[in-house]
């Protein structure tokens, strides 16, 4: 059996047989293979077959079957509202009662008001305040992330008792791998991990093998600080603590990994100009839609450059070939500005730019514009002197192109680090905008220096 | 002294202290706080302090001691080679047996080959076997990034002998939170978490709890694809198996972080036509040396566009108004032939778009671009006609507009997808590089229309 196995998850199992099953309503056979599958096959399979189908599955499956699906399904965010229309409202509020808190909320977060508050007010009030408090913390910190669903003990306990708790906790908690450690007043006071707690003796204290230095985060803590700690320290689970050092939730690696896909991917598609990046299932219409908003701001920021150009119309008159090296200048400058910017974006994101080498790094990038300058300028010198005979068309090419790109290079860094410090996210200067904001001061700094010079022109 | 603690790993330990310590030599001082900290932290402080002073702490720390330091610390590629050098060959060999294969493989890695014989010769055959074979895996596969420090136990087995092997290995395995089930072949048959042995009485079978369908890799297997499954099914660590079936390593969740985040910033800094992105340390020169060879590349590219420019210079002089506009169409297509290209590259990676999926998104892409051209073309037709007053030179710059959106969003996705056919990754298809391939045909379809029409114009 084991040979015929293989790392296609698709082919771990019959989808069609599955498929048959829930059409025969042969709901033993169902559940008999359905269980033997992986909750992330589960889910893929649940979301696959159809709304028609999904009807004898949310018959043949209780509640708290669906819930682990859900735990594990990633849906589209408006898929959530429609998948859970499907369903019976008592039969998805006991679904999301039995939810680890932090997915219940992160479902309950893509709902609107009325059809989220008609769950809320058919679950437990115990649940609901927890789910409630989730829901309070402001989204991409610690606290909206949290799950609180951990194991605790208190500081005298013995290994024994504490192994009884986490007999007990294991098919609730969101990972048994580390248990902390509280005061009597539930502050965090110590740490220990499953593989200390099964080498040691029984009867030891908790106090005398927990680990004291317990690196934790608090709940408004932002979630790719908490990301950036996690994988820092290669942690399973971190724990959240309120300003009274009391413990709130755990975070665990596979939110972080959600988290770190989530924030590189934002980068990603901002420095591209999207608001996100389409999948396969985006229709036309929709990618359209994303997309537009930037294509059609940039192009009226490309008017300017129009109307700049409109300035020199003379000058491009009387030297028609000026306007050759147009696309040139602006494209290179264009070019070095953006990876200027994503050099930048990529080093804020990551905690590598902080207050302190602010300074440092604009330095080091006008010295890196400067040498890229000089370089460029001086290849098009020659290139332009032996191509078109022309010294002076060479040189003021060269000038412009060498200025242009120290003043983008300069731009692209410099501009991401005004945004971070007035608060907003530095990925906002996407990489089309800054582009366009350099075709406007290359084109400037181009046919400013052309008309000066106009005169010793042929 | 709970409360006095924070989330700022840094006020964790007073550095300074510890330094003092060094320098006094004395050891025990030393030694007591260094070991409260967790080992990132000594990591931190080890690279920190310096070379002179790390000559202390190479006296003070058993080889053993220094190799969690190593399993923990992330230096710069060349960082490897210099701090080993200021280890005596014998001690660094040591440090290196006692590393987790994987993590000692990826040090042996960035060293010269000279320097590497030398630690190997020095090492237990035994241990040197399992390096070579990692050694000899591909880079990026999971063969390379797999450890072989893992937990299995025989189908036949019972919780209790199980558990017993738990706690003999556990100061040795990577990760004790799953345990492999191997036939006599060592074939992989199954997994159990520790979580489920925990609640398992003692005298049940292994066979009888075990999850027989393992979602496991192959050695051969790229790291991208093991992230991916991880990712889906929120995994700690998964199995490797060779075309034999039989079990050769696993996987950690944390490699599979580092993997991540190395693939997303991969493809970022791509995007932008960067080799990798720099870190603050990185000097102007060395950051020139990185930016350059993309940015003259695209100089001379840039020239093709002065070239085609060239021909059309008749109708430039003719027309001079003609040349306000190239700016804007071309970086109108140029932005939207890098959001299409943004898409595609990140559909590629994620295993989002694969075979089937891809004419489908070619398709999406084309229907896309033909939206967003004919919107963005009849927003510059009506606002040159009421600016210029001139509906022949709107119609004009709207039609070239539309059709070079079109091209560039089809060019967008189809190269990145023809490049991915070829074997090669999408990602050298950067967004500088299409956005000046974008201006080439923009221009050309600008000024071919012109020419042909150049009748009609005032």
Redesign the interface.
């Known amino acids: ?3 015929q ?1 293989n ?1 296609k ?1 698709e082919e ?2 019959n989808e069609e047989e599955l498929r048959q099953y829930l059409l025969d309503g042969d709901i033993e056979r169902f559940r008999d293979i359905f269980f ?3 909750s ?1 096959d589960q889910a893929q399979f649940y979301e696959k077959v159809g709304p028609d189908i999904r009807q004898t599955i949310y018959q043949f499956l209780s509640p708290q079957e669906m819930a682990t699906i859900y735990e ?1 399904i990633e849906l589209e965010d408006e898929e959530y509202e429609q998948f859970l229309k499907e369903m019976d409202t008592a039969y998805g509020a006991e679904m999301l009662s039995y939810m680890y808190t932090d997915d219940a909320v992160d479902v309950l977060n893509e709902l609107d008001d009325e059809h989220r508050e008609s769950y809320l007010e058919m679950m437990d009030s115990d649940i609901v305040d927890e789910i409630n408090e989730l829901l309070a913390y402001e989204e991409y910190t610690a606290g909206a992330i949290m799950t609180t669903e951990y194991v605790s003990v208190l500081e005298n306990s013995t290994v024994r008792q504490a ?1 009884n708790v ?2 007990k906790e ?2 609730n908690a969101e990972t ?2 580390y248990v902390f450690v509280v ?1 009597d007043a539930h ?3 110590g740490v220990i991990s ?2 200390d707690l ?2 040691s003796d029984e009867d030891t204290l908790i106090r005398d093998i927990m680990n ?7 709940v408004t ?1 932002d979630q790719e600080e908490v990301a950036q ?6 942690f ?1 689970a971190i724990p959240v603590v309120d300003e009274y ?1 009391e413990m709130q939730g755990i975070i665990t ?2 939110d ?3 988290v ?2 989530e924030e ?2 934002d ?3 901002k ?4 608001s996100d ?4 299932e ?4 929709k ?2 839609k994303k ?2 908003p ?3 701001m ?2 009226f920021l ?2 300017i ?2 109307t700049l ?2 300035q020199f ?1 003379e000058t ?2 009387k030297v ?2 000026l ?6 200048i ?3 400058s ?3 500005g ?2 200027a ?3 930048a974006i ?2 804020i994101a990551t905690g ?2 902080d207050e302190k ?1 602010k300074m ?2 604009l330095l ?2 006008v ?2 514009g ?3 300058g000089i ?2 300028g001086i ?2 010198v020659v ?1 332009i002197f032996f191509w078109k005979q022309s010294l002076e068309v060479g040189l003021l090419v060269g000038a412009a192109m060498g200025v242009s ?1 120290l003043v983008a290079t300069i731009a692209g860094s410099f501009i991401p680090l005004l945004i971070h410090k007035l608060g907003a996210d530095p990925a906002v200067a996407s ?2 905008f800054i ?2 904001l350099n ?1 406007v001061t290359s ?1 400037l700094i181009y046919l400013g220096l052309a008309t000066t010079f106009l005169g010793q022109l042929n």
């Not at 700690?229 to 290669?234: H, R, W």
């Not at 985006?282 to 219409?285: F, L, N, Y």
Request: net charge negative.
């Open positions: 059996m084991v040979e196995q790392n998850n771990l199992f033997e599958l992986h992330y594990t192994m986490l007999r294991a098919p048994i791998y005061d502050r965090l006071s499953l593989r099964i080498i004291e230095r317990v690196v934790h985060v608090k803590d700690i996690m994988k820092d320290y290669n399973l050092h690696v596979d972080i990994i959600d770190i896909d590189a991917s980068d990603y598609s420095l591209a100009g999207l990046v389409d999948d396969k985006t229709s036309p219409i990618a359209a997309r537009l930037w294509l059609i940039l192009l490309g008017m450059t129009a150009m409109g119309q491009l008159e028609a070939l306007a050759l090296f147009i696309p040139l602006s494209g290179t264009g070019n070095s953006t990876q910017l994503a050099v990529r080093g590598d730019i080498s440092k790094m080091r990038e010295l890196t400067l040498t890229m370089i460029c290849l098009v290139i790109i990489g089309p582009t366009t075709d084109i």
